[in-house]
């Protein structure tokens, strides 16, 4: 399994991107994709998930109604839309891979739930 990240960069306080996860190599059709950040001096957290069946999504508090999680099953690639952003979005981003995934339950924004991690990329957002 391969996670590549890309997409990153450096934009000012309210502005906007798009990062992209391709992924190859998935064993089964049920998995979740997660988007983690690790800011600097901060422990790793999950952001927003995605379901790979339906396409649900769970996410954290501080970045509902900004970031946006989708996917294109055709190519293999997970979308992270992010709008308004704020110095504090400030991180390493990475995405990640649920190859236990049951797509019964909500997907995880728990570290120990995923399998299969890119390298990250860097968002800086100043202000």
């Known amino acids: 399994v391969q996670l590549v990240e890309s997409g990153g960069g450096m934009v000012q306080a309210g502005g906007s991107l798009r990062l992209s996860c391709a992924a190859s190599?998935?064993?089964?059709?049920?998995?979740?994709i997660a988007w983690f950040r690790q800011a600097p001096g901060k422990e790793r957290e999950g952001v927003i998930c995605?379901?790979?069946?339906?396409?649900?999504?769970e996410s954290i508090y501080s970045v509902k109604g900004r970031f946006t999680a989708s996917s294109d099953s055709a190519k293999n690639t997970m979308f992270l839309q992010m709008n308004s952003l704020e110095p504090e979005d400030t991180a390493v981003y990475y995405c990640?891979?649920?190859?236990?995934?049951?797509?019964?339950?909500?997907?995880?924004?728990?570290?120990?739930?995923?399998?299969?991690w890119g390298r990250g990329t860097q968002v800086t957002v100043s202000s």
């Open positions: 990640a891979a649920d190859l236990a995934f049951v797509p019964e339950f909500p997907c995880s924004l728990r570290e120990h739930s995923y399998h299969a």
């Open positions: 190599g998935f064993p089964r059709d049920d998995y979740a």
């Open positions: 995605i379901s790979g069946s339906d396409g649900s999504t």
